[in-house]
Structure formats: structure tokens, C-alpha cells
């Protein structure tokens, strides 16, 4: 089993940072992708940004510029700087992680932009 928890969410303002952290821990001797996916007030989960265990990393065009997702393997921990900060990035943040080809999701953490 592998256990996935993210930290990091809050309230900031427009323009604002945050820097979310998510670390998984349990059976992670394989652990491939790591990645972060957001869930938005009445709206369906959407992907984020996604690094290999090599580190490329992919983002969502709405992203792109202003989040960097980035890893430490030693410590299987994922890292999502979030700046410019905009309301419509107000969403629950779900980190991911996938080992043996299957996917373990955290709980999820708030992040309120507010205007």
C-alpha cells in the first residue's frame, strides 16, 4: 500500500504564492509519475502538471508559466510552486502518484484565491 498526503493549501490573495507539498510513503520502491490534479467548485477534476521519475514534466496550458512542479525522490515528495495566483485556480489540489502502474490519490488541499 502506499499512502499519499498532500499539504501546503490556504487563502491568498490574486497575484499571490503557494507552495504545495505532497509526500507518499509505504510501498514506494517504484514509484514512476507523480502529479498534481485540481477539482474547482462545480467542475469535474482536470490535470495540472506531471513530472517522471527522470523529471520532465508536462502542464496544463492554464498553468504553464506560472506553476512548477518539481521532485525530490529521495524523500518521494512532489512539489507544485503555484505563483500569480488567479481565483480561477481556487480548487481542491489532489497529488498522485503512481507506482506499478497504478495510481494512489491524497485527500486533497484547499486553495482559495480571493479577488
Known amino acids: 500500500q502506499v499512502q499519499v498526503v498532500e499539504s501546503g493549501g490556504g487563502l491568498v490573495q490574486t497575484g499571490g504564492s503557494l507552495r504545495l507539498s505532497c509526500a507518499a510513503s509505504?510501498?514506494?520502491?517504484?514509484?514512476?509519475?507523480m502529479g498534481w490534479y485540481r477539482q474547482g467548485p462545480g467542475k469535474q477534476r482536470e490535470f495540472v502538471a506531471i513530472?517522471?521519475?527522470?523529471?520532465?514534466?508536462n502542464y496544463a496550458g492554464s498553468v504553464k508559466g506560472r506553476f512548477t512542479i518539481s521532485r525530490d525522490n529521495a524523500k518521494n515528495t512532489v512539489y507544485l510552486q503555484m505563483n500569480s495566483l488567479k481565483p480561477e485556480d481556487t480548487a481542491v489540489y489532489y497529488c498522485?502518484?503512481?507506482?506499478?502502474?497504478?495510481?494512489?490519490w491524497g485527500q486533497g488541499t484547499q486553495v482559495t484565491v480571493s479577488s
Open positions: 498522485n502518484a503512481v507506482v506499478l502502474n497504478w495510481p494512489y
Open positions: 509505504g510501498s514506494t520502491s517504484t514509484i514512476n509519475d
Open positions: 513530472i517522471t521519475s527522470g523529471g520532465i514534466t
